[in-house]
T-cell receptor
Framework: ETGVTQSPTHLIKTRGQQVTLRCSSQ?????VSWYQQALGQGPQFIFQ???????GRGNFPPRFSGLQFPNYSSELNVNALELDDSALYLC?????????????FGPGTRLLVL | DQQVKQNSPSLSVQEGRISILNCDYT??????FLWYKKYPAEGPTFLIS?????DKNEDGRFTVFLNKSAKHLSLHIVPSQPGDSAVYFC???????????????FGKGTHLIIQP
């Protein structure tokens, strides 16, 4: 069984640029959630996708957007990058939408905005 | 406003002893909790969970206790081993924004250091 994978592992961008991060969910999982983890903080929920639709969203501005594809893989897009966007971006997949399902995390993409 | 709080940024424990990691929450509607373990350069790994209908859940060396009246849970690791050195996150359901999404709400984590 393949776990959650993310690409790229590291990325450096400059302020104002746009970035796309990618995630492949664990085999059989149809729900993908994205989190941002700043240094010294716990992961913060960005949004969740279920069957290609955004299911819910945390306290992040619209320049954070996403997609989920028919094979349940997902993308996180961030426009107009700001210095504070520098963080570890984590993708997590789960089996179903219902609350209580354990979410399994990928290794993350570390983004540095200069 | 943080709905899940881990007030100890770090904890040092001798190998073989018990490690106790604490977590407090504010939302009495939370109906389950999870603990994750994170090594540097890796994503969080699921460790153990507990439903609010229980007050204890055990899995090998790991036991989670839930005190609903105090809105407090703790993770016990017995005996502690060097490989347990990691950052431990407590998480509850629902995003801080209260938007009803199924994202998890995490504490800031406790860095557990097991000393030989």
């Amino acid at each position: 069984e393949t776990g959650v994978t993310q690409s790229p592992t590291h990325l450096i961008k400059t302020r104002g640029q746009q970035v796309t991060l990618r995630c492949s969910s664990q085999s059989g999982h149809n729900t993908v959630s994205w989190y941002q983890q700043a240094l010294g903080q716990g992961p913060q929920f960005i949004f969740q996708y279920y069957r290609e639709e955004e299911n819910g969203r945390g306290n992040f501005p619209p320049r954070f957007s996403g997609l989920q594809f028919p094979n349940y893989s997902s993308e996180l897009n961030v426009n107009a990058l700001e210095l504070d966007d520098s963080a570890l971006y984590l993708c997590a997949s789960s089996l179903e939408l219902a609350g209580g399902e354990t979410q399994y995390f990928g290794p993350g993409t570390r983004l540095l905005v200069l | 406003d943080q709905q899940v709080k881990q007030n100890s940024p770090s904890l040092s424990v001798q190998e073989g002893r018990i490690s106790i990691l604490n977590c407090d929450y504010t939302n009495s509607m939370f109906d389950y909790f999870l603990w994750y373990k994170k090594y540097p350069a890796e994503g969080p790994t699921f460790l153990i969970s507990i439903s609010s209908i229980k007050d204890k859940n055990e899995d090998g060396r790991f036991t989670v206790f839930l005190n609903k009246s105090a809105k407090h849970l703790s993770l016990h690791i017995v005996p502690s081993q060097p490989g347990d050195s990691a950052v431990y996150f407590c998480a509850g359901p629902g995003a801080d924004s209260g938007g009803g999404a199924d994202g998890l709400t995490f504490g800031k984590g406790t860095h557990l250091i097991i000393q030989p």
